[in-house]
């Protein structure tokens, strides 16, 4: 599966914004997907996941209950909402898939397989 990200940009403190992500092929729904971000200087850290479903998800004590992880199957497609954003929320966002034989929800880097090229999130007044 290919994974594209769109959505990054500048933002205040304080704003929203929504990252996409588009996956390529007809087996969307059978991967387990993540978005990761890492800040400048920083290693990747897990944000949020979701199940093939979308009946469950995951998400960093760092963004619960500001960001939501979303995904339509029938777009191939998966976004994150991105509310009340702080400047440590600044870093190059990244989407991330599990192989398709993988059901659960992960939060280490290494346990995806196929990753887009990111989008940057600056926060900043």
């Known amino acids: 599966v290919q994974l594209v990200e769109s959505g990054g940009g500048l933002v205040q403190p304080g704003g929203s914004l929504r990252l996409s992500c588009a996956a390529s092929?007809?087996?969307?729904?059978?991967?387990?997907m993540g978005w990761f971000r890492q800040a400048p200087g920083k290693g990747r850290e897990f944000g949020a996941a979701i199940t093939k479903s979308g009946g469950s998800t995951n998400y960093a004590d760092s963004v619960k209950g500001r960001f939501t992880i979303s995904r339509d199957g029938a777009k191939n497609a998966m976004a994150l909402q991105m509310n009340s954003l702080k400047s440590e929320d600044t870093a190059v966002y990244y989407c991330?898939?599990?192989?398709?034989?993988?059901?659960?929800?992960?939060?280490?880097?290494?346990?995806?397989?196929?990753w887009g090229q990111g989008t940057l999130v600056t926060v900043s007044s």
């Open positions: 092929g007809r087996t969307f729904n059978n991967y387990v």
């Open positions: 991330a898939a599990r192989r398709q034989h993988y059901s659960e929800i992960r939060s280490r880097p290494s346990e995806y397989d196929y």
